[in-house]
């Protein structure tokens, strides 16, 4: 059984900052990408920013030089640290990762259960 475990969602002003966190936790042998995605009301869901396990980073064009993805191999947690937020950026958020349970296991999808992040003009 994997598990991830997302925090630091809340209410900010436009301007302000947020730093979202999510932790898989479980049977787990290897994880491969780590990402984060948003979905706002009314929307399909979309990628904002995905993490390799070496290191390498991809972003949506919409949060390019605001948000910054990290993670913590050690502590299988990946962060997302999101800087001079928009009204636009209102979303729940969803941590995702690649995850094997196992030597001779495929990687299977997992996703977090989702944080709510609401940013007032």
């Known amino acids: 059984q994997v598990q991830l475990a997302e925090s630091g969602g809340g209410l900010v002003q436009a301007g302000e900052s947020l730093r979202l966190s999510c932790a898989a936790s479980?049977?787990?042998?290897?994880?491969?990408?780590m990402a984060w995605y948003r979905q706002a009301p009314g929307k399909q869901r979309e990628m904002v920013a995905v993490?390799?396990?070496?290191?390498?980073?991809n972003y949506a064009d919409s949060v390019k030089g605001r948000f910054t993805i990290s993670r913590d191999n050690a502590k299988n947690t990946v962060y997302l640290q999101m800087s001079s937020l928009k009204p636009e950026d209102t979303a729940v958020y969803y941590c995702?990762?690649?995850?094997?349970?196992?030597?001779?296991?495929?990687?299977?999808?997992?996703w977090g259960q989702g944080t709510q992040v609401t940013i007032s003009s």
């Open positions: 995702n990762a690649k995850i094997e349970i196992a030597y001779w296991a495929a990687a299977k999808d997992y």
């Open positions: 479980g049977s787990i042998f290897r994880v491969n990408n």
């Open positions: 993490v390799t396990s070496g290191g390498d980073t």
